[in-house]
């Protein structure tokens, strides 16, 4: 399957997801890099509002998977942080 055919049938919406904090909304905004053994995908915040990622806390990324036809995985243990 093709990158674009994935991205065009999968949900673009995630959410940052740390324990004892809100969950802070983002988006996959359409934009990638890869080579042969990577790809990258960037992302926005929803609203730059509640774009506060707290110091110090450890956030996973949670894609939404809702009705879409390809779901996104996330690599188990991937963490960020500010």
């Not at 949900?11 to 969950?23: A, E, I, K, Q, T």
């Not at 009705?67 to 188990?76: C, N, P, Q, T, Y």
């Amino acid at each position: 399957m093709q990158l674009r055919e994935f991205t065009s049938g999968a949900d673009p919406h995630f959410v940052l997801r740390s324990p004892g904090h809100p969950d802070i909304p983002i988006h996959y905004n359409g934009l990638n890099c890869n080579n042969a053994e990577k790809r990258g995908f960037a992302m926005c915040f929803d609203d730059p509002a509640q774009a506060k990622l707290v110091p110090g806390a450890t956030y996973s990324l949670v894609p939404r998977n809702e009705k879409a036809s390809h779901l996104w995985k996330v690599i188990e243990g991937l963490r960020i942080s500010q």
